[in-house]
């Protein structure tokens, strides 16, 4: 399980290390365009969701459990890239709460 780390408190989300991957790659491609996007996921317990904004002023890190790259699909990729483009941002679906 990886995190992603947001902000200047460096609050960590955990979530599988392909969907980190994947996310760091639309990350990566968004903030590199100088655009901004919102993501959200609902967390596990059922009793909420949550959203962030992100953008180049806000500093991120991604902490992964693997010590190798992990794969990725481009086309997968490509579909997170179009949802993060939608007024509605990118949703990741249910992650853990472990919201450190």
Request: net charge positive.
């Amino acid at each position: 399980m990886g995190r992603l780390r947001y902000g200047s408190n460096h609050s960590a989300v955990a979530m599988p290390d392909d969907l980190l991957a994947h996310l760091q790659l639309v990350i990566a491609t968004k903030l590199g365009e100088g655009e901004g996007f919102t993501v959200s996921w609902s967390h596990g317990d059922g009793r909420g969701r949550t959203i962030i904004w992100l953008e180049r002023s806000i500093p991120l890190r991604f902490d992964f459990t693997s010590p190798r790259p992990v794969p990725t699909d481009p086309r997968r990729i490509r579909t997170m890239l179009t949802e993060a483009n939608s007024v509605g941002g990118l949703a990741l679906g249910t992650l853990p709460i472990d919201i450190s």
